[in-house]
């Protein structure tokens, strides 16, 4: 786990495979990661929710950007090699065009989580079943993803 | 909020009067709005889905951002003044504090999104496990 510095902000890192990154619930220490090489798994309260393995992948991102602790556990599932970009907002901050990459990135899982929920939804109206959601759930975010 | 207005203010302000058409459905603009005062409503497939009075609000983010149609018409109620970025890329490429604000946003709107439907499969497991159990019980009996 020797990190190798290049930018005092910029960290290279390698951590074999089984290594918890970050932590369901941890605090946020303002670092991002970005995947270089290897596979990951993002678990939620201790169930698989999917596997990242592109290189330029990034996490941790949400709890920088929320300041709240961590909402997901990702586990490496191979040797991984990712960089760690310390004080993530302060150099986000001075790179623009990072920032907008990131926000366009969040903009496509959002549309992605978007979907996928309005699927959802419409499979309960044709089972004609009652789960437990208020039904203007989708109109009472004040957030209307315009 | 107020960082967002602050970036704002550097853009030019459209003002609008009552029931004034300020995006609408379906229309690719590629551009950005920032509420600096008055009140809009979001329509969407013909009913008002939410109301937007806050100044700092920003309207057409995931449209701008994604290259997108927008998924609503936004209109005024009484009437509002509106910043308008006609090339958002490049507004929040020289406004790093409103391109941070827009990510925060998007990433508290992820943060929901994601916990609904990670509640919701929950919920389908559930009910995919009760519907099993119904079945195999049916069998026996």
């Known amino acids: 786990m020797a990190a190798e510095a290049t930018e005092s902000w910029l960290k290279f890192d390698f951590f074999p495979a089984g290594t918890d990154l970050i932590v369901q619930g941890g605090e946020a220490r303002g670092s991002i990661m970005v995947l270089k090489e290897g596979e990951v798994e993002v678990l939620r309260d ?8 592109q290189p330029g992948a990034i996490f941790g991102e949400m709890s920088v950007l929320l ?34 990459q990131i926000a366009r990135l ?12 309005v699927a959802l939804k419409s499979r309960e109206v044709e089972q004609d079943d009652v789960l437990v959601l208020p039904t203007n759930v989708f109109s009472s975010w004040g957030d209307p993803q315009i | 909020m107020e960082q967002i207005l602050v970036a704002a203010a550097t853009l030019p302000v459209h003002v609008l009067g009552p029931r004034s058409v300020l995006v609408s459905e379906g229309a690719r603009t590629g551009k950005l709005y920032i509420l600096k005062s008055g009140d809009l409503e979001v329509v969407r497939d013909g009913s008002t889905v939410a109301a937007i009075g806050d100044p700092g609000s920003v309207i057409g983010d995931m449209s701008a951002l994604l290259d997108l149609p927008h998924s609503a018409t936004v209109r005024t109620r009484n009437g509002a003044e509106v910043h308008v970025a006609d090339d958002a890329d490049a507004f929040l490429a020289a406004h790093p504090a409103a391109a941070r604000h827009i990510a925060r946003l998007l990433a508290a709107r992820l943060h929901k999104t994601t916990a609904l439907l990670v509640d919701m499969r929950r919920q389908a497991k559930v009910r995919e496990d009760q519907d099993m159990f119904d079945k195999i019980f049916a069998l026996l009996e």
């Open chain 1, 46 to 53: 201790g169930k698989y929710v999917s596997t990242i393995k």
């Open chain 1, 67 to 100: 300041e709240r602790p961590h909402s997901a556990t990702v586990r490496t599932i191979t040797d991984v090699q990712l960089y760690v970009i310390e004080n993530a907002l302060t150099v986000l901050e001075a790179h623009p065009s990072w920032l907008l």
């Open chain 1, 106 to 117: 969040l903009a496509q899982r959002v549309n992605t989580t978007t979907a996928q929920l």
